[in-house]
């Protein structure tokens, strides 16, 4: 079954980066597509990123230009590189292959002055 461990989060000032990282077990991890979730406080769980196994990587609108997602497959980890983040970033942040059903702890980023 899939397992993941994500790691990196914390508090930020409005305009600072942050890496997040996540190791995941239990699946190929090189032949399946890899994505960040976020859920913000009394919001739905969100798509914020995706990295799949061909090198294609995309994103939801409101994080373009600012986030990018990578993987290291030797590692099997997948990352996000946040930069520019503002308040509304503030989140809960996942990561899983798009068909789990088993959802690890996340990890928490805050950005706030």
């Known amino acids: 079954q899939v397992h993941v461990v994500e790691s990196g989060g914390g508090l930020v000032q409005p305009g600072g980066s942050l890496r997040l990282s996540c190791v995941a077990s239990?699946?190929?991890?090189?032949?399946?597509?890899l994505a960040w979730y976020r859920q913000a406080p009394g919001k739905e769980r969100e798509l914020v990123a995706r990295?799949?196994?061909?090198?294609?990587?995309d994103y939801t609108r409101s994080v373009e230009g600012r986030f990018t997602i990578s993987r290291d497959n030797a590692k099997n980890a997948l990352y996000l590189q946040m930069n520019s983040l503002k308040p509304e970033d503030t989140a809960v942040y996942y990561c899983?292959?798009?068909?789990?059903?088993?959802w690890g702890q996340g990890t928490k980023v805050t950005v706030s002055s």
């Open positions: 990295f799949r196994s061909n090198g294609v990587a």
């Open positions: 899983n292959v798009p068909w789990g059903t088993h």
């Open positions: 239990g699946f190929a991890f090189n032949l399946n597509t």
